[in-house]
């Protein structure tokens, strides 16, 4: 932690130092040799440093993708060399001399050598995470190479090759982006996830839907469920199910209820809400209880069919104790 603090801290003090002596450079060739206005004059060290660094940034996004770094390391090169020869006029147009022109150009060299450095070490660390490690000299010390510096020229050049021969793996692939979709995000969630509790979980979210919606959703999320199975486990009993046994050869363990039909559902409905229940109130019943869907036209037609009818009267003068003819 402290050393990530000394680095922040030398970085913002030199960093600093270097933008504020070379932006006054700059300005002064600006300004001075060639008379650009004083609010451009002020801004042009942010042109030529400004996108020395951003290059060096773009040189380390590079790496990081596993591409060439090349480009970005031309552009850091150009643009430093263009703001080290202003520095040089500006040295000139005071008599400076050399002395002139190092001083006002060092600030720049140095900032854009720490970031290079810094470059240097990301890259370093992301070869190292895929594998790409370069090829080292052996440590044999001083003595070594000098007296012996034909053996140890050739050990190194035996390692060198052994490491480039041997590196015939293919280069590592980019990180695949992850999809981030909220189907991808649910399938992911549902995976891990008992079929039990991801059809309580769905039920929970469209607590209105029937156990047939239900199990249309979670199957597109990759949770492959019968709406019977659906409504066994919120409690919606089907009309009947059928078990076999484990040893009966390809026979399911559970086959699909026998949903009763649309009139018997609403007479059952019905006898259970007793003689007084609204047509509303039945095909919420019916819907809850089968997953069936009903109008209340239709329920007031089947249950007005299912109503007693009344027994004929005897007509007038014929039964016990009238008249009638003899």
């Known amino acids: 932690m402290h050393t990530r603090i000394a680095w922040w801290a030398s970085l913002t003090l030199i960093g600093g130092a270097a933008a504020a002596l070379t932006a006054w450079s700059l300005y002064v060739v600006a300004h001075d040799i060639y008379g650009v206005p004083h609010a451009l004059a002020v801004l042009t060290a942010a042109v030529y440093d400004g996108t020395a660094i951003a290059a060096l940034y773009l040189a380390g996004q590079a790496v990081q993708e596993n591409r060439s770094a090349l480009g970005p390391h031309l552009a850091t090169l150009g643009m430093a060399g263009v703001s080290i020869y202003l520095n040089r006029l500006h040295a000139h147009h005071i008599n400076g001399g050399l002395g002139a022109t190092l001083l006002f150009a060092t600030p720049t060299v140095a900032l854009l050598l720490i970031a290079g450095l810094a470059w240097s070490a990301v890259r370093a660390r992301h070869r190292a995470t895929t594998g790409d490690t370069p090829v080292t000299l052996p ?188």
């Open 139 to 326: 440590r044999y010390g001083m003595w070594g190479w000098l007296l012996a510096t034909e053996d140890a020229w050739a050990a190194t050049k035996r390692r060198a090759v052994t490491h480039v021969t041997s590196s015939a793996s293919p280069a590592p692939q980019p990180h695949p982006v992850k999809r981030h979709s909220a189907s991808a995000v649910l399938r992911d969630h549902f995976a891990d996830m008992d079929p039990a509790d991801a059809i309580r979980f769905a039920h929970s979210a469209k607590p209105s839907a029937p156990p047939a919606d239900l199990a249309a959703e979670l199957t597109s999320y990759g949770v492959h469920v019968s709406a019977v199975q659906v409504a066994l486990v919120l409690g919606h009993a089907p009309a009947r199910i059928t078990l076999e046994r484990d040893d009966a050869p390809d026979a399911p363990q559970v086959r699909p209820a026998v949903l009763p039909s649309k009139s018997d559902a609403i007479l059952n409905a019905a006898s259970v809400l007793g003689p007084d229940a609204k047509a509303a109130a039945v095909v919420e019943q019916v819907r809850r209880t089968t997953g069936l869907q009903v109008g209340e036209s239709y329920v007031r037609t089947v249950l007005s069919r299912k109503k007693p009818t009344p027994a004929p009267r005897p007509a007038p003068g014929i039964g016990k104790g009238g008249g009638g003819y003899n």
